[in-house]
């Protein structure tokens, strides 16, 4: 385990980094108290991970988190995509081709996620509701993939 405080290169707490309360609380220039109510409500939200006798520490990715989020994201994308298809106005059309231009936060995923906005705004125009399903519920579990290699190139997942 690494000493709280040590950030990694990207500026981040690293998955299983002890966080000391004491450390913590001299670094920001505060008591202890607010520190102490902090890690117990970010144990609350699942970021950090209490270990009985040891401390509090951050807690990792699992595969399995990854794997949920991107299932729910992808019904909903599916079913927004759908809608989407069978209501959007000539304006929303508009304003849909123009958005999809914006860039992705990982440069290697950027061209193929666009190619695959692509489509699906393709299919959204024709009014297509089940391609664009389909091919909504595609961009969502290629997005899934790409985070899942993601984090494990970078040793982000929890063990």
């Known amino acids: 385990m690494s000493h709280c405080g040590k950030q990694s290169s990207t500026g981040v707490l690293k998955p299983g980094e002890r966080l000391m ?3 913590l ?3 920001m220039g505060v008591s202890r108290t607010p520190v102490r109510e902090a890690i117990r409500k970010l144990e609350l939200e ?3 991970v209490m270990i009985p006798r040891k401390g509090a520490y951050v807690a990792g990715i699992s595969l399995k988190d990854i794997v949920d989020v991107f299932e729910v994201w992808a019904a909903l994308e ?4 759908g809608l989407a298809a069978e209501r959007i106005t000539a304006e929303e059309l508009e304003q ?3 958005f999809r231009t914006i860039s992705l936060s990982v440069p290697s995923r950027m061209r193929a996620s666009l190619e695959e906005q ?3 705004a393709e299919a959204i125009a024709e009014r297509d509701i089940s391609l664009a399903q389909i091919l909504a519920q595609e961009h ?3 997005a899934e993939n790409n985070m ?4 494990t190139r970078m040793g982000l997942l929890a063990k």
Do not use: D, P, Q
Request: charged fraction near 35%; hydrophobic fraction near 45%; avoid cysteine.
């Open 96 to 98: 849909l081709y123009r």
């Open 140 to 142: 969502i579990e290629n």
């Open 25 to 27: 609380a001299e670094e």
């Open 21 to 23: 309360e004491a450390k």
């Open 118 to 120: 692509k489509k699906l």
């Open 78 to 81: 599916s079913l927004a995509a």
């Open 46 to 48: 699942g970021f950090i």
């Open 148 to 151: 899942i290699e993601t984090v």
